[in-house]
């Protein structure tokens, strides 16, 4: 499967809110999911204003980080690594489609620091 690097400063850049940050859980177990090496996977749902299209969509952004993010008010979302996966499924009514984001860390930074963020 092709994985495309995505222009994480533009992405950045045209991101308006944070809406939520939530575990991805298996629908079957009801447990969070693991990447390979054992690490929980999260899920942040952003509003993305796209500059092209003049609309807003909803983003979301899979990632890795062995413990929950707590994003104060103010804070500055800090993002490397992006990258974007085409995917399509075939079921009873014809195919779905999209493209999945993911990215290598997500941090929350207070916006008057210098501070690399924690990861």
């Given at each position: 499967?092709n994985?495309?690097p995505l222009?994480?400063?533009?992405?950045?850049a045209?991101?308006e809110?944070?809406?939520?940050?939530?575990p991805v859980v298996?629908?079957?177990?009801?447990?969070q999911?693991?990447d390979r090496n054992?690490v929980?996977r999260?899920?942040l749902t952003v509003?993305y204003?796209?500059?092209?299209?003049?609309?807003r969509?909803?983003?979301?952004?899979?990632?890795?980080?062995?413990?929950?993010l707590e994003?104060?008010?103010?804070?500055?979302?800090?993002?490397?690594?992006m990258?974007?996966?085409?995917?399509?499924r075939q079921n009873?009514?014809?195919?779905?489609?999209?493209?999945?984001?993911?990215?290598?860390?997500?941090?929350f930074?207070?916006?008057?620091s210098?501070?690399?963020?924690?990861?």
């Open positions: 499967m994985t495309y222009d994480t400063k533009l992405i950045l045209n991101i809110s944070v809406v939520a940050l939530d298996d629908l079957d177990t009801g447990e999911r693991r054992g929980p999260w899920k509003v204003n796209d500059p092209g299209a003049y609309r969509e909803l983003l979301e952004i899979g990632f890795a980080s062995p413990k929950a994003p104060g008010s103010g804070d500055e979302l800090v993002i490397t690594g990258s974007g996966r085409p995917w399509q009873a009514y014809g195919f779905n489609s999209g493209f999945a984001v993911s990215a290598e860390t997500v941090a930074r207070p916006r008057n210098r501070e690399p963020a924690a990861a």
